[in-house]
């Protein structure tokens, strides 16, 4: 069982906002640890998407953004597109799990 | 920038021990990194598997730390993943990363998918 909750799958159709959000506890969000985003194509390794919350890597579109609050964290993403399509994943690390990296279940994105 | 390689055999029987190694490129595995290991089940999600530092100090994820051992080569700047007893559950791509505490996984091996069946 994931220790990150995030939802199984969420859809919008192109030029819409859609947002996954990753919930967690407070030995991992909640202890301030960061929150980081991934995206999988298929058939690929997870690409860092959002980093320490809010921050983007070089080259990835500002229609990806980062938020986090309490013990839950939010990757929303704008004006969406069909190569969005993807499986979205939200790491963080975890203090009660002697020294562990954590991550959610995988959300998948389908761009109607 | 630095580049991570995983290698290791595709099939693994059950009960046997499936190794794998990372190769580094583009800087030293001996710099201050947590070098980690992490796996996908087949249409599944992420899972930590575990690191090594750069000063060997290891640590697991404890569903399958009776089961893992890591180990460097720093003369090869390579990493190794060894895990005993498979069965099918075991089936996964593997995948190599590199991270410091609190942060994120970057980068990432391409993956390496390994079966266990007889």
Redesign the interface.
Known sequence: Q?VLTQPPSVSGAPGQRVSISCTGTRSNIGAT??V?W?QQLPG?????LI??NTNR?SGVPDRFSGSKSGTSASLAITGLQAEDEADY?C?S?DSS??????????TKLTVL | QVQLQESGPGLVKPSETLSLTCSVSGGSISSGYFWSWIRQNPGKGLEWIGYIYFSGSTSYNPSLKSRVTMSLDTSKNQFSLHLTSVTAADTAVYYCARVRYNKPFDPWGQGTLVTVSS
């Open positions: 994931p640890y960061d980081h991934y690929a390794a997870p690409k860092l980093y320490d890597p994943y790491q690390y799990l002697s020294d562990s990296w954590v991550f959610g279940g995988g």
